[in-house]
T-cell receptor
Framework: NAGVMQNPRHLVRRRGQEARLRCSPMKGHSHVYWYRQLPEEGLKFMVYLQKENIIDESGMPKERFSAEFPKEGPSILRIQQVVRGDSAAYFC??????????????FGAGSRLTVL | AQKVTQAQTEISVVEKEDVTLDCVYETRDTTYYLFWYKQPPSGELVFLIRRNSFDEQNEISGRYSWNFQKSTSSFNFTITASQVVDSAVYFCALSEGGTGNNRKLIWGLGTSLAVNP
């Protein structure tokens, strides 16, 4: 039973380019979360999605960032026109829908974005 | 406001020593969840424990134990007889919401533990 799969593990982009980070949740999990880990700042919530729905995007920057979780395929975190300040580790997590462990998040290994 | 404070930025111990990682939280909710995650040098985040606000019973899992004290808003983590493989950054996190449906975690800044041989 594969865990949360994120790719790419490392991504290098030049300023102004687009970054796309992908996340496949654990089997049986229908909730996906994206967190960003900035140096010296710790982990910050970005967005919470269910299939085809954004449930909570209160942590997403207002511009350049978007997330989706289509009916088929992985969740995508998209960053347009990247800037150096976007350099960070982006973690995806998934959880079950209901039940006692529904708010236990299983994390992927992270995608480390470097903007040159 | 919700907040998690891990006052210890870095801890260094010698193998076999016991070590306690502190976590203090702030919340206005009466129902909430507390978590510990481990981030080894490889970078992934590994779930260690979840505790809900109604369960103050301390928990032991092998060399790991957790002490939840609502009176002091603390959820401390102790590693007994530490090993080099315990070297990692440890995060404490808080989630609010009575139904458990709020899965937006508020994280501490982490404590970097180095266990030296």
């Amino acid at each position: 039973n594969a865990g949360v799969m994120q790719n790419p593990r490392h991504l290098v982009r030049r300023r102004g380019q687009e970054a796309r980070l992908r996340c496949s949740p654990m089997k049986g999990h229908s909730h996906v979360y994206w967190y960003r880990q900035l140096p010296e700042e710790g982990l910050k919530f970005m967005v919470y999605l269910q299939k085809e729905n954004i449930i909570d995007e209160s942590g997403m920057p207002k511009e350049r960032f978007s997330a989706e979780f289509p009916k088929e395929g992985p969740s995508i975190l998209r960053i347009q026109q990247v800037v150096r300040g976007d350099s960070a580790a982006y973690f995806c997590a998934s959880s079950r829908t209901t039940g006692a462990g529904a708010n236990v998040l299983t994390f992927g290994a992270g995608s480390r974005l470097t903007v040159l | 406001a919700q907040k998690v404070t891990q006052a210890q930025t870095e801890i260094s111990v010698v193998e076999k020593e016991d070590v306690t990682l502190d976590c203090v939280y702030e919340t206005r909710d009466t129902t909430y969840y507390l978590f510990w995650y481990k981030q080894p040098p490889s970078g992934e985040l590994v779930f260690l424990i979840r505790r809900n606000s109604f369960d103050e019973q301390n928990e032991i899992s092998g060399r790991y134990s957790w002490n939840f004290q609502k009176s002091t808003s603390s959820f401390n983590f102790t590693i007994t007889a530490s090993q080099v493989v315990d070297s990692a950054v440890y995060f404490c996190a808080l989630s609010e919401g009575g139904t458990g449906n709020n899965r937006k975690l508020i994280w501490g800044l982490g404590t970097s533990l180095a266990v030296n041989p």
